[in-house]
């Protein structure tokens, strides 16, 4: 499954995206990643900052989902894919790692990177648009706005 446009905006819209992975116990672990992004066409990448449960997970079980949204439009993806750690040793790393190093400015240093490729998408809304189809995205960021006293 490649990633469109759309879901490529997404991603560069959201400030963070929510990984979830299973223990080698079956307990679901989620847990909130601020340096993501794509990477070719069917492919995301997350920096591994502070995130020893979640590589511990991937390498026992590669299944995971990832979610990201604009918090103020309230739209985005869920992403179900298989996952693999990437390391300083492997090939991709280095490519890799310049794509999330800009997003971190240095100041955050991270030694391998999970890289996702998709396998199932969903677009997440929010249920105002269900419920109130009438609702339009320019109403839904200014409620928004207001939620959360922007």
């Not at 995971?64 to 309230?74: A, E």
Request: hydrophobic share 40%; charged share 25%; aromatic share 8%.
């Amino acid at each position: 499954m490649e990633l469109t446009k759309e879901i490529k905006e997404s991603i560069d819209k959201s400030v963070l995206c929510w990984l979830a992975t299973v223990s080698v116990e079956n307990i679901p672990n989620v847990s909130p990643k601020e340096i993501f992004n794509y990477y070719g066409t069917d492919k995301v990448i997350i920096a591994n900052i502070a995130s020893p449960q979640t590589v511990c997970n991937i390498k026992i079980n590669e299944n995971v989902c990832i979610s990201f949204i604009d918090i103020l439009l309230q739209k985005g993806f869920q992403i179900k894919g298989k996952a693999e750690i990437i390391d300083e040793t492997d090939t991709e790393f280095l490519a890799m790692e310049k794509i999330l190093s800009k997003m971190t400015e240095g100041k955050f240093p991270f030694k391998s990177i999970t890289k996702i490729t998709i396998a199932q998408v969903k677009r997440i809304i929010a249920p105002k648009y269900i419920l109130y189809p009438e609702t339009t995205e320019i109403e839904q960021i200014e409620n928004a706005k207001k939620v959360y006293r922007i």
